[in-house]
């Protein structure tokens, strides 16, 4: 997936005003030996790095097959799925009281393709330098992958006591074949990863200048969609210009639609988003969060991607038509890039843009994509989410923001079941998208300091949820619990 990014001016570090909503204190799981378990945690990390998973196309098989034998070592039970050769999934599940329904933790073990000639350090080489790792996967997802085997390991040594199963799904596909992923699991293998919450990929804390600023959870995601403008004129020799032109009339509707602003809705999850991000800006920027459907046209010129939040979005993206110079076409296609609020009704938004489009000449019609299901958004009264809020509080000290990305992820298939799902990540550095360091850019990277805080921060969260509260049946701090 496609991380964030923001504009660093517009955030005050208010680390005091944060967790607005109120905290849910859960005594913390039992502490294992981190610096002990900070170097496992590297080596896991650089394994899964040196793997070369790029979909397409993907052969996640040996990802899984090393974290199979690293839980089989453990005890905890791992079984493999696939739907094709080398796309292979894993599901690892610990066993809880049964008490309350299970929490899945989720990571994809394919990474987008690279171009090893942008490469500093080369793409699955998993590179310590200057307190970096290197590689493809770094920030996408494989510190997900990481976070979750490591949570499994500790609860298992731990002994943390369970009221609820935790289930690891380490999946294939999730960059473009999500048949062999997600769609697979959910719709032949549901019964083995139902549950009642879900973490995954999504979210991230931001740093800048090297300090937190707030920390992101997802807890809705857009739909997108795909829409085709076709203009059907009549065709003839350059040399005599047509009213009909199949290119002007489209022109014109690519046009319309790229002006045009559709209605401006907040939800839960929005509406939550701005005002605590208010509460961590200066006041210029606090101010427009405060009445963000005010501060529209200003988004529109400087924060794009807070328009796009607004509302469901329009961005024209193919124009075809034509072949040589003397022939007026009978015919011209444009492709709109839609991504759609959850609550958006699809029969009615296209004809809210064939109102726009108005023109009889031009057909307006969906066309296909691969899109993603559509669902309500992860409470944010829930246990789950305030207890990921405690543990970003005591781990980051800082505000945490749900949010809807306009982009899209496999929770969007969890979601659509059921089951509340919430997009977590590591701290990254805010100048380190623009510097080329980014989720899908010719150089990813993460920092060990922060691979190690989300690790820490993802056991404590995920034993929040799925753990007692109950001290651990026995007092193996420090050391490793019996298997
Ligand atoms: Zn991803």
Redesign the pocket.
């Known amino acids: ?1 496609k991380r964030l990014s923001r504009k660093p001016g517009l955030v005050l570090l208010l680390a005091t005003l944060a967790c607005l909503a109120g905290t849910v204190t859960r005594g913390a799981p039992a502490q294992p030996d981190w610096s002990k378990v900070d170097e496992e945690t590297l080596r896991h990390y650089q394994a899964l790095l040196r793997f070369d998973t790029s979909d397409p196309p993907g052969n996640e098989e040996p990802a899984a097959q090393y974290l199979k034998q690293v839980l089989d070592a453990e005890g905890i039970p791992a079984t493999l799925y696939s739907l094709e050769p080398h796309r292979v999934n894993l599901v690892a599940r610990l066993k809880g009281s049964g008490k309350k329904r299970p929490l899945l933790i989720v990571g ?1 073990t394919d990474v987008v393709n690279v171009d090893p000639a942008k490469w500093q350090f080369p793409a699955f080489s998993a590179t310590r330098n200057g307190g970096y790792v290197y590689g493809r996967g770094s920030l ?2 494989k510190d997900n992958v990481t976070a979750s085997l490591m949570a499994m390991l500790l609860l298992k040594r731990q002994q943390v006591p369970l009221d609820r199963d935790v289930i690891f799904l380490a999946e294939a596909g ?2 473009g074949t999500t048949r062999v992923g997600i769609q697979f699991m959910v719709g032949q293998h549901f019964p083995e990863i139902d549950a009642e919450y879900c973490f995954a ?1 999504g979210g991230n804390v931001t740093r800048i200048g090297g300090a937190v600023k707030y920390a992101s959870v997802q807890t809705l995601e857009k739909i997108p969609r795909a829409i085709e403008l076709v203009a059907h004129g009549v065709s003839g020799h350059g040399s005599v210009p047509l009213k009909t032109n199949a290119v002007v009339h489209l022109a014109a509707a690519v046009a319309a639609t790229g002006a045009w602003k559709p209605e401006i809705r907040l939800n839960e999850t929005t509406r939550a988003y701005f005002t605590r991000l208010a509460t961590v800006s200066a006041a210029e920027d606090a101010a427009r969060y405060r009445d963000p459907a005010a501060a529209d046209d200003y988004f529109l010129d400087h924060e794009p991607r807070h328009a796009s939040m607004l509302r469901t979005s329009v961005s024209p993206t193919v124009f075809q038509g034509g072949y040589r110079v003397n022939v007026i076409p009978s015919e011209a296609k444009a492709t709109l890039d839609v991504r759609m609020l959850p609550d958006e009704d699809p029969a009615k938004f296209l004809d809210a843009v064939k109102r726009v489009v108005n023109d009889p000449t031009i057909d307006v019609h969906y066309a296909q994509r691969d899109t993603r299901p559509g669902a309500a958004n992860a409470r944010l009264d829930s246990d789950a989410f305030k207890i990921t809020e405690a543990a970003i509080t005591k781990h980051y000290n800082t505000t945490t923001l749900p949010t809807m990305s306009t982009g899209a ?1 496999d929770m969007a298939y969890l979601r659509a079941k059921g089951i509340q799902c919430l997009g977590v990540g590591p701290a990254i550095d805010f100048e380190d998208g623009p510097k080329g360091y980014g ?1 899908h850019s010719d150089q990813e990277r993460l920092l060990e300091s922060e691979l190690h805080r989300f690790v820490h921060f993802y056991y404590d969260a995920v034993a929040g949820i799925a753990g007692t509260g109950a001290a651990p049946a026995a007092s193996g701090s420090g050391s490793r619990g019996a298997k």
């Open positions: 997936m994809h996408d997802d999730e960059e990929e992820t989720a």
